[in-house]
DNA sequence: CCTCAGATGCACT
DNA sequence: GTGCATCTGAGGA
């Protein structure tokens, strides 16, 4: 165990320091996206500068369409790390996104979109990288997934380290029922699952699908931690025992050791650490 | 640590 | 009607 790279978390409160890559590569060209059921203007916000001043960190380099336009998997690997950002009621509340899932596209059994098929549900798997693709599952709950380059294709996001304003996000937790707070357990809990984060920032279908995460006003992503590459677990995904020969491709992502995480694959941990 | 059932609503055959 | 990219609490090893 113990990987030399400590880009994983624990550290109580230290400062690391992020090193200022002034992105130079912001140029790449977007499609146009048809944002017609969209009730708010989609004003140009291209710059966390832009953004109220309670809710903007200082320093926050904001994700732009190149960092989304690359293949899926890669797209789930770059997401570790990064802080997920939504605002809600003018609070700002994140997270460091700590476990993804890839989900291909028309070749995956395990992606909604297998096959090409295209309904109104599942439409912003097919919109440009970078679009919001956010789902009801079991009635009552949601989860919410990133998509990237290639038809089809979207990361879900599938736990969060909570970083900001956490006893909203408590709230919204344990909205309707009594006395739980996971405040005690340094937030362990809060987001340690696909549907306990999209609780936690308020995340519901119908404020946050289809939404452009690259200029959006209400969620967004800022550059934060990168994570060596030993530091990432490879693994299966959770919960697609129908995908057949899909189900045990290595599409889930985690950081080693990061304890906001919602499941961990021992078996593959292991097997990391013997290589 | 583990497995299990129940809650709950919507998209799709 | 069926089946979920889930979560919780209860009960057992």
Redesign the pocket.
């Known amino acids: 165990m113990a990987s030399n790279c400590t880009s994983s978390t624990q550290s109580r409160g230290r400062k690391r320091k992020s090193q200022q890559t002034q992105s130079t590569s912001s140029k790449t060209k977007k499609p146009t996206q048809e944002i017609s059921d969209l009730t708010s203007d989609q004003s140009q916000y291209t710059s966390v500068k832009h953004i109220s001043k309670n809710v903007k960190k200082d320093n926050a380099e904001r994700l732009d369409y190149s960092f989304f336009d690359v293949p899926c998997e890669d797209l789930a690997e770059a997401l570790l790390g990064q802080t997920i950002v939504r605002i809600c009621d003018g609070k700002r509340l994140s997270g460091k996104i700590v476990e993804t899932?890839a989900?291909l596209g028309s070749i995956d059994k395990?992606?909604?979109?297998y096959k090409g098929?295209k309904?109104?549900?599942?439409t912003a798997?097919f919109m440009p990288p970078g679009t919001a693709?956010v789902y009801?599952?079991?009635?009552?709950?949601c989860?919410i997934?990133i998509s990237s380059k290639g038809d089809g294709a979207?990361v879900?996001i599938r736990a969060l380290q909570p970083l900001d304003n956490l006893e909203t996000m408590d709230e919204f937790?344990t909205k309707g029922?009594d006395g739980?707070s996971f405040l005690k357990k340094e937030g362990v809990?809060l987001c340690n699952?696909?549907?306990?984060l999209c609780q936690s920032l308020n995340i519901k279908k119908d404020s946050i699908n289809k939404l452009d995460m690259c200029t959006s006003d209400q969620i967004w992503l800022e550059k934060n931690d990168t994570v060596c590459k030993d530091a990432i677990v490879k693994c299966k995904?959770?919960?697609?025992?129908?995908a057949e020969d899909w189900v045990d491709k290595p599409l889930r992502f985690y950081i080693l050791g990061n304890k906001y995480v919602?499941v961990r694959d021992k078996p593959a941990e292991n097997e990391m650490s013997t290589k």
């Not at 395990?110 to 979109?113: E, I, K, Q």
């Not at 309904?119 to 599942?122: A, E, L, S, W």
Request: proline letters at 3%.
């Open positions: 899932e989900y395990a992606a909604h979109s098929k309904t109104d549900k599942n798997m693709y009801n599952i079991y009635g009552m709950y989860c997934n979207a879900l937790r029922k739980n809990g699952g696909p549907s306990k995904r959770i919960n697609i025992g129908y919602s």
